[in-house]
């Protein structure tokens, strides 16, 4: 779909500092909509780590580097020599929003540090870190990957089988939700900046991040102290049943049946009305006592169907359940399809945008970029000559492909 309408965050600039998963995916997203978004990646390190993570799309573009650095420029800097310092403040004086997650005290090292040049600098700019533990506290210095966040924030605790070991969550959530936060947080700040002319610092934890999803959990803990203390369910539901994971003909099924209305349309659905009277299962507190039983009874019927039909059947009963799929099948699936969650034009081949908006939609304006593929153009925008540029390719302060 296109549209003539500007996109939402037009005349944004980010820079984007960050490797790895959280701070990309955020930068990725203000970029899908219409952020210019010039990601800043370090000589020394040949770029962000993810370029070289999995299959390759080309020789500094893995296929996971392009999913969350679309949408972006790529310039390499070494701000660690005085003229890559020197760049990397002549660009944040014409930039709105910085996303970094280097090791706190980092940035300090090299004297810009936020409190000690940024915000005096550059009054306006919003600064935007992201580490595993956050800014201050005890833990502040020490590194953090996404299953730091998972097990400190508690997740890996109750993920798992009831009487299996503590299991971390497959996807990286505690990256992505600290991506989709520091989002949240940039937007919160620009908005603010409209009323009070200043930028501010966004300090974001990976745990901290983690924590806040698991809110019901907490919540049950504070209220009823450790006699409400969370634990592994595995596919069960304290509060519900039949819910959980069911095998059917060809697979499995996950069904959510919390309320009698549930029940009763799910029993009807697949002929087995006697069910609902069943003493064993005739009140919610009666079916959660006889789950065991109550399984055994829908599987008896569910071996007659397929995993997609009996799903289908049940949600146009209006029962919440669902097929198991793996990721080609869920990324293929025809509501996928009609939501246009694989998007395959034009040499990208990615996923979709979760955000529809009616008037300014995202859009994939370019691929991911070739390590420092930008520089020329970028450092000419600011004011330097073909010269000053080959110079510092020269001195290595620069590298890529800044003729590109």
């Not at 069911?246 to 309320?259: N, P, V, W």
Request: glycine share 10%.
């Amino acid at each position: 779909m296109t549209s003539s309408v500007s996109p939402a965050l037009k005349g944004l600039r980010i820079v984007d500092m960050t490797t790895n998963l959280a701070g990309p995916f955020c930068g990725q997203m203000l970029g899908d909509f219409g952020a210019e978004v010039i990601k800043l990646e370090s000589p020394l390190t040949k770029g962000d780590m993810t370029r070289k993570i999995g299959p390759k799309k080309n020789d500094t573009v893995s296929w996971h580097f392009m999913n969350v650095n679309r949408n972006k420029q790529s310039i390499a800097v070494d701000i660690a020599k005085p003229e890559g310092k020197e760049i990397f403040l002549k660009l944040l004086a014409s930039t709105d929003v910085l996303i970094e997650n280097t090791k706190t005290g980092s940035l300090e090292k090299f004297g810009v540090g936020y409190e000690q040049c940024l915000k005096d600098k550059f009054p306006q700019l919003i600064h935007c870190a992201i580490s595993g533990f956050g800014r201050t506290g005890p833990y502040a210095k020490f590194p953090g990957y996404d299953p730091v966040g998972q097990a400190y924030g508690g997740l890996m605790s109750l993920n798992g089988a009831v009487d299996g070991d503590p299991t971390r969550c497959a996807f990286y959530i505690s990256d992505l939700s600290t991506g989709l936060h520091a989002t949240i947080g940039i937007l919160l700040a620009l908005y603010e900046r409209d009323k009070s002319g200043l930028g501010q610092f966004i300090d974001l934890s990976l745990v901290d991040c983690t924590q806040v999803l698991q809110q019901q959990f907490v919540s049950h803990w504070l209220g009823g102290g450790d006699d409400y203390k969370p634990a592994r369910t595995g596919n069960l539901y304290a509060g519900a049943s039949p819910a959980g994971m069911f095998e059917t003909q060809d697979g499995h099924i996950t069904i959510l049946a919390a309320k009698r209305p549930h029940f009763i349309k799910l029993c009807q659905s697949i002929g087995r009305p006697e069910l609902i009277t069943d003493e064993r299962f005739s009140s919610l507190k009666a079916r959660i006592k006889n789950h065991t039983s109550l399984k055994s009874e829908l599987e008896s019927s569910f071996k007659n169907f397929a995993a997609e039909a009996l799903a289908e059947q049940l949600l146009s009963s209006g029962v919440p359940a669902a097929p198991i799929l793996d990721i080609p099948q869920a990324m293929h699936h025809k509501q996928a399809q009609a939501r246009e969650m694989l998007i395959d034009k034009d040499g990208y081949r990615g996923q979709g945008f979760a955000i529809k908006m009616s008037r300014t939609p995202a859009k994939i304006s370019c691929s991911a970029p070739r390590f420092g593929e930008h520089n020329r153009n970028v450092l000419l925008g600011l004011g330097l000559t073909e010269s000053e540029i080959a110079a510092l390719e020269d001195n290595q302060v620069i590298a890529g492909a800044p003729s590109s």
